[in-house]
Protein backbone atom coordinates (compact mmCIF):
# COMPACT_ATOMS: atom_id res chain seq x y z
CA UNK A 1 0.00 0.00 0.00
CA UNK A 2 1.11 3.48 -0.71
CA UNK A 3 1.98 6.01 2.21
CA UNK A 4 -0.31 8.95 1.68
CA UNK A 5 1.74 11.06 0.18
CA UNK A 6 2.60 8.80 -2.66
CA UNK A 7 -1.11 8.21 -3.58
CA UNK A 8 -2.86 10.12 -6.49
CA UNK A 9 -5.03 12.77 -5.27
CA UNK A 10 -8.61 12.23 -7.33
CA UNK A 11 -10.69 15.55 -8.15
CA UNK A 12 -12.90 14.94 -4.75
CA UNK A 13 -11.99 13.18 -1.51
CA UNK A 14 -14.98 11.40 -1.49
CA UNK A 15 -13.99 8.54 -4.39
CA UNK A 16 -10.78 7.95 -3.02
CA UNK A 17 -9.98 5.84 0.76
CA UNK A 18 -6.55 7.54 0.67
CA UNK A 19 -5.51 10.54 1.99
CA UNK A 20 -7.71 13.52 3.11
CA UNK A 21 -7.45 17.43 3.93
CA UNK A 22 -6.80 18.47 -0.25
CA UNK A 23 -10.56 19.00 -1.42
CA UNK A 24 -14.06 19.79 -0.79
CA UNK A 25 -15.46 20.53 2.72
CA UNK A 26 -18.20 18.83 2.33
CA UNK A 27 -16.59 15.76 0.89
CA UNK A 28 -16.59 13.96 4.56
CA UNK A 29 -20.71 13.60 4.01
CA UNK A 30 -19.69 11.43 1.06
CA UNK A 31 -16.33 9.57 2.43
CA UNK A 32 -18.80 8.58 5.90
CA UNK A 33 -21.73 7.31 3.95
CA UNK A 34 -23.61 9.93 6.09
CA UNK A 35 -26.49 10.04 3.16
CA UNK A 36 -26.44 6.40 2.07
CA UNK A 37 -29.39 6.48 0.72
CA UNK A 38 -32.74 8.52 -0.86
CA UNK A 39 -34.54 8.37 2.41
CA UNK A 40 -32.50 10.34 4.40
CA UNK A 41 -32.43 12.74 1.86
CA UNK A 42 -35.80 12.80 1.64
CA UNK A 43 -36.26 13.60 4.95
CA UNK A 44 -33.93 16.78 4.91
CA UNK A 45 -35.87 17.95 2.21
CA UNK A 46 -39.17 17.46 4.00
CA UNK A 47 -37.79 19.65 7.15
CA UNK A 48 -35.73 21.90 5.00
CA UNK A 49 -38.75 24.58 4.60
CA UNK A 50 -39.62 24.00 8.74
CA UNK A 51 -39.24 21.24 10.78
CA UNK A 52 -41.17 18.34 11.02
CA UNK A 53 -41.91 15.24 13.65
CA UNK A 54 -41.51 11.55 13.14
CA UNK A 55 -45.20 11.25 12.45
CA UNK A 56 -45.30 13.83 10.14
CA UNK A 57 -42.27 12.47 8.23
CA UNK A 58 -43.58 9.04 8.04
CA UNK A 59 -46.81 9.71 6.85
CA UNK A 60 -45.28 12.34 4.08
CA UNK A 61 -43.05 9.83 3.02
CA UNK A 62 -45.53 6.02 3.58
CA UNK A 63 -43.20 4.51 5.82
CA UNK A 64 -43.77 2.92 9.12
CA UNK A 65 -42.48 5.53 11.79
CA UNK A 66 -40.22 3.29 13.50
CA UNK A 67 -38.27 2.94 10.10
CA UNK A 68 -38.50 6.86 10.12
CA UNK A 69 -37.12 6.75 13.63
CA UNK A 70 -34.53 5.11 12.58
CA UNK A 71 -33.53 7.06 10.17
CA UNK A 72 -33.91 9.97 12.55
CA UNK A 73 -31.50 8.01 15.11
CA UNK A 74 -28.91 7.79 12.00
CA UNK A 75 -29.18 11.57 10.91
CA UNK A 76 -28.59 12.80 14.17
CA UNK A 77 -25.95 10.59 15.47
CA UNK A 78 -24.25 11.95 12.26
CA UNK A 79 -25.15 15.55 13.24
CA UNK A 80 -27.13 16.11 9.87
CA UNK A 81 -30.03 17.25 11.71
CA UNK A 82 -30.78 18.50 15.25
CA UNK A 83 -33.80 19.09 17.79
CA UNK A 84 -35.44 22.22 16.69
CA UNK A 85 -35.39 24.32 20.28
CA UNK A 86 -37.68 26.80 18.57
CA UNK A 87 -40.27 24.32 17.59
CA UNK A 88 -40.53 22.49 20.82
CA UNK A 89 -40.96 25.50 22.60
CA UNK A 90 -44.40 25.99 21.17
CA UNK A 91 -45.22 22.28 20.65
CA UNK A 92 -43.59 21.20 23.59
CA UNK A 93 -45.26 17.71 23.77
CA UNK A 94 -43.77 16.46 20.30
CA UNK A 95 -40.38 16.70 18.90
CA UNK A 96 -39.18 18.83 15.84
CA UNK A 97 -35.85 17.79 13.90
CA UNK A 98 -34.72 19.92 11.07
CA UNK A 99 -31.34 20.77 9.41
CA UNK A 100 -28.10 20.68 11.31
CA UNK A 101 -26.73 23.09 8.60
CA UNK A 102 -27.53 26.18 6.40
CA UNK A 103 -30.25 26.05 3.78
CA UNK A 104 -30.69 28.57 1.25
CA UNK A 105 -34.09 29.09 0.80
CA UNK A 106 -34.62 30.09 -3.12
CA UNK A 107 -35.23 33.69 -2.41
CA UNK A 108 -31.82 34.01 -0.21
CA UNK A 109 -29.90 32.67 -2.76
CA UNK A 110 -31.79 35.03 -5.61
CA UNK A 111 -30.63 37.80 -3.10
CA UNK A 112 -27.01 36.58 -3.71
CA UNK A 113 -26.70 35.53 -7.46
CA UNK A 114 -25.91 39.09 -8.87
CA UNK A 115 -22.89 39.59 -6.51
CA UNK A 116 -21.87 35.75 -7.36
CA UNK A 117 -22.23 36.13 -11.00
CA UNK A 118 -19.96 39.12 -10.67
CA UNK A 119 -17.40 37.39 -8.71
CA UNK A 120 -17.36 33.94 -11.39
CA UNK A 121 -16.76 36.66 -13.90
CA UNK A 122 -13.84 38.04 -12.45
CA UNK A 123 -12.58 34.60 -11.67
CA UNK A 124 -13.20 34.01 -15.00
CA UNK A 125 -11.30 36.86 -16.72
CA UNK A 126 -8.10 36.47 -14.18
CA UNK A 127 -8.14 32.65 -15.31
CA UNK A 128 -8.14 33.64 -19.06
CA UNK A 129 -5.58 35.90 -19.03
CA UNK A 130 -3.41 33.61 -17.05
CA UNK A 131 -3.74 30.86 -19.98
CA UNK A 132 -0.53 31.72 -22.37
CA UNK A 133 1.37 31.49 -18.83
CA UNK A 134 0.17 28.48 -17.81
CA UNK A 135 0.12 26.93 -21.48
CA UNK A 136 3.97 27.92 -21.11
CA UNK A 137 3.99 25.86 -18.17
CA UNK A 138 2.08 22.84 -19.61
CA UNK A 139 4.49 22.81 -22.48
CA UNK A 140 7.32 21.84 -19.99
CA UNK A 141 5.64 18.85 -18.59
CA UNK A 142 5.67 15.11 -19.23
CA UNK A 143 1.85 15.67 -19.82
CA UNK A 144 2.29 17.61 -22.89
CA UNK A 145 5.06 14.87 -24.45
CA UNK A 146 2.86 12.24 -23.32
CA UNK A 147 0.37 13.10 -26.00
CA UNK A 148 -2.06 14.88 -23.42
CA UNK A 149 -3.37 18.52 -24.81
CA UNK A 150 -3.45 21.68 -22.37
CA UNK A 151 -7.27 21.48 -22.20
CA UNK A 152 -7.30 17.58 -20.64
CA UNK A 153 -5.91 19.33 -17.77
CA UNK A 154 -7.58 22.45 -17.51
CA UNK A 155 -9.97 21.24 -14.60
CA UNK A 156 -7.56 20.34 -12.76
CA UNK A 157 -5.44 23.74 -12.68
CA UNK A 158 -8.54 25.26 -12.11
CA UNK A 159 -9.69 23.14 -9.56
CA UNK A 160 -6.42 23.82 -7.68
CA UNK A 161 -6.90 27.18 -7.91
CA UNK A 162 -9.75 26.86 -5.52
CA UNK A 163 -8.36 24.50 -2.97
CA UNK A 164 -5.86 27.39 -2.58
CA UNK A 165 -7.59 30.32 -2.30
CA UNK A 166 -10.21 28.14 -0.03
CA UNK A 167 -7.08 27.87 2.08
CA UNK A 168 -6.32 31.51 1.70
CA UNK A 169 -9.90 32.72 2.49
CA UNK A 170 -9.85 30.33 5.46
CA UNK A 171 -6.29 31.98 6.89
CA UNK A 172 -8.15 35.64 6.67
CA UNK A 173 -11.01 34.09 8.23
CA UNK A 174 -13.36 35.02 5.56
CA UNK A 175 -14.56 31.72 5.40
CA UNK A 176 -15.37 28.97 8.55
CA UNK A 177 -12.82 26.17 8.67
CA UNK A 178 -14.10 22.37 8.37
CA UNK A 179 -15.95 21.31 11.98
CA UNK A 180 -15.07 18.07 13.56
CA UNK A 181 -17.75 15.98 14.05
CA UNK A 182 -18.90 13.66 17.10
CA UNK A 183 -17.96 10.48 14.11
CA UNK A 184 -15.17 11.94 13.19
CA UNK A 185 -16.00 13.11 10.23
CA UNK A 186 -15.01 16.95 9.34
CA UNK A 187 -17.11 18.74 6.87
CA UNK A 188 -19.31 22.16 6.62
CA UNK A 189 -22.00 21.18 4.69
CA UNK A 190 -25.35 23.14 3.26
CA UNK A 191 -28.23 22.66 0.32
CA UNK A 192 -29.79 25.01 -1.77
CA UNK A 193 -33.08 25.28 -3.07
CA UNK A 194 -33.37 25.59 -6.85
CA UNK A 195 -34.22 28.59 -7.85
CA UNK A 196 -36.80 28.60 -10.81
CA UNK A 197 -35.44 29.89 -14.41
CA UNK A 198 -37.43 32.96 -16.01
CA UNK A 199 -38.62 31.83 -19.60
Known sequence: MNSDNKRLRFPCECVSAGARGYSDPWADVARHKLLPNGTKEEILNLMARQPKTISQLAQALSLAAPSVHSHINDLLKS??????????????????????????????????????????????????????????????????KDGWE????????????????????????????????????EWIYWAEEPIEEKN
Open 150 to 185: FRDITQCVFANVQRNARILLEERRILKTAEKHSNGS
Open 79 to 144: ELIRESQEWEKRHPTERYYEPNFPVFKAEDCQEFLDQCHELASEIAELFSRKEAALKAVFERTSLS
